[in-house]
């Protein structure tokens, strides 16, 4: 493993430095999948589904990088950007690692969504969205180190940077409270 600088690993060895066998990725996944579904940006909340994942009670600085990681998505998903940062490790780290990350990310993101959600009906559009994280999450070893299995991951990354904010427009807008126009 490279000793990059990457959010990615710096949140792997926070996490690691717990002893908490999780990926930042599923973790980051959990998080925008439970946003995304309408859980609202109410750090208990997150906190509490987190543990679930971290199967005990975070640490403080733990705690406090899970309520950053949150702000972040809030940022993100309220904004005007039109895509998210996806928590995945760098693109200096072999295809696999990141494939495999990938497929964390979307497992979390599936979890998360679920878990608020439920099984509320949803438009022909956010079905398809949800089979494809499916999809993806199923195939993360599938591919290989070449210029091929580059491009497809890069190909995937740039879906799952959009493909959320559908979700999110369709099921987690309410949660965000709309900035009040000002009188100029």
């Not at 309408?38 to 997150?46: P, R, S």
């Not at 091929?148 to 979700?167: H, K, W």
């Amino acid at each position: 493993m490279s000793m990059s600088n990457s959010p990615y690993t710096a949140f792997a060895a926070l996490l690691a430095s717990t002893g908490k066998p999780v990926s930042p990725a599923e973790l980051h996944g959990l998080l925008l999948g439970r946003s995304c579904a309408g859980a609202g940006f109410d750090a208990d909340a997150w906190i509490a589904d987190a543990v679930e994942l971290l199967g005990a009670e975070p640490s403080d600085n733990v705690r406090q990088a899970l309520v950053g990681l949150q702000e972040m998505v809030k940022g993100e998903l309220s904004g005007n950007d039109i895509t998210v940062v996806l928590l995945l490790p760098g693109d200096d780290e072999p295809l696999a690692e990141r494939a495999k990350a990938l497929g964390q990310w979307c497992q979390g993101f599936l979890d998360g969504f679920g878990m608020i959600l439920g099984n509320a009906a949803l438009s022909a559009e956010a079905m398809e969205v949800l089979q494809d994280l499916s999809a993806i999450a199923q195939v993360q070893s599938a591919l290989e180190e070449s210029e091929d299995g580059e491009s497809d991951y890069m190909e995937v990354m740039e879906y799952l940077r959009v493909a959320p904010l559908l979700l999110f427009a369709e099921c987690g807008k309410a949660a965000v409270p709309e900035p009040k126009p000002s009188l100029h």
